[in-house]
């Protein structure tokens, strides 16, 4: 009897939430852009609305200062570092080759001023001064780079230097670098917007512009990374926010730094011509209430973590299904948080978004007389 009960707790049915429905009209296709590969996601829930080849393994360029520049923040948010920090310039980071914020030997320069060089001038000398006061050696922040990437699940980056100057083995994807840029702006908030929307930084009497031109051209755009690399190509990945939506667009490879602007504007205002973001099931409001066998009590509320948001077609939200996948058959006992399934959020039968369920309570072992009593209901084919 009670193997067979184990059994039916591991049938697995589809169960479909109450929804309104109503005409589903389909969202047109995005224009194809000329890079080789590109991703545009959403920043709270981290949906995919637009990609082509998100995969392909890159050369970074100046991608890779976008790590050094979460590392940093990292220690920043940790008091290893402070803004005002003052750090004395090395003879490495003088001597280092490319885009630069031209460092001089011996001076004192502060973390700040580092930043702002690193971001907004995508300067090669800062990354190597931050690297060096970080971990010793560049070599071994490029250890903590990958260790860093691998805790992100960057399945598709790998980096040998801090500069992301040409070198055998170092690439990055498209979809990887989305993903790094939503996991900085998620953990660094306050200092995403300090340092990744200056238009223009001085150093020592030298006026530079940030290479992020949409930074002038679109007033949703607060910040972004470019690269370049002649064997790979422009790169631009950009953030955009209006509605209460935030957009990640990354292209890569593009044929001209004109090119990959536009590439990436297509990219945004695809996204806010035909989607919205909002909450579709609150914090507070159980997915479902699920009957449980064997229990003390004989409901279990089915929770999220937390609210559920998802970027949907513009005008649409009534159209969203709602599809919880749980157990066909619950058996006490259930400790709360367990994770239990998965809810899928889809539209035009296309899959939005899909988010785990876990329980919302703890149901413990029932009586001797109620278990006996949930066994012959079950006998009988409840």
């Not at 679109?218 to 957009?247: C, N």
Request: proline share 5%.
């Amino acid at each position: 009897m009670k193997a067979w009960l184990t059994c039916l707790t591991l049938a697995i049915s589809w169960t479909m939430v109450p929804l309104a429905r109503a005409d589903a009209p389909r969202v047109p296709a995005p224009r194809a852009l000329g890079a080789p590969s590109y991703i545009l996601t959403t920043y709270r829930s981290g949906q995919t609305l637009v990609a082509k080849h998100p995969d392909e393994e890159i050369a970074p360029a100046s991608f890779a200062k976008l790590m050094v520049s979460y590392i940093v923040f990292d220690a920043m948010r940790h008091g290893r570092l402070s803004p005002q920090t003052e750090l004395t310039v090395s003879k490495k980071a003088w001597r280092t080759s490319g885009s630069r914020m031209f460092l001089k030997v011996g001076d004192k320069v502060s973390v700040n001023q580092l930043l702002h060089g690193l971001i907004t001038m995508a300067g090669n000398d800062a990354a190597v001064e931050l690297a060096q006061s970080i971990a010793g050696t560049t070599s071994t922040f490029v250890i903590y780079m990958n260790r860093y990437a691998a805790r992100l699940d960057l399945g598709h980056t790998h980096f040998v230097n801090v500069t992301g100057l040409p070198a055998s083995g170092q690439y990055v994807s498209a979809a990887d670098m989305a993903r790094l840029y939503a996991a900085l702006v998620h953990r660094f908030p306050r200092y995403y917007r300090r340092y990744f929307n200056q238009r223009v930084f001085t150093y020592d009497g030298i006026k530079q512009y940030n290479r992020n031109s949409l930074l002038w051209s679109d007033p949703r755009v607060d910040g972004g990374v470019t690269g370049y690399e002649k064997s790979a190509g422009y790169h631009l990945a950009a953030s955009a926010s209006a509605d209460g939506m935030r957009v990640i667009a990354v292209v890569l490879g593009a044929r001209s730094a004109l090119a990959r602007k536009h590439e990436c504007d297509a990219l945004i205002n695809y996204a806010f011509r035909y989607y919205r973001s909002g909450t579709v099931w609150p914090a507070d409001r159980p997915i479902k209430s699920l009957r449980i066998w064997d229990g003390a009590d004989d409901r279990l509320p089915v929770i999220a973590r937390g609210a559920i948001n998802v970027a949907y077609p513009r005008g649409q939200r009534n159209a969203l299904v709602y599809q919880a996948r749980l157990p066909a058959r619950m058996m006490a006992p259930v400790h709360k948080g367990a994770r239990l399934g998965q809810l899928r959020i889809l539209y035009n039968d296309r899959l939005l978004r899909e988010v785990p369920i876990y329980a919302g309570a703890t149901v413990k072992r029932g009586s001797f007389f109620s278990r006996a009593y949930d066994n012959v209901e079950l006998l009988l084919g409840a």
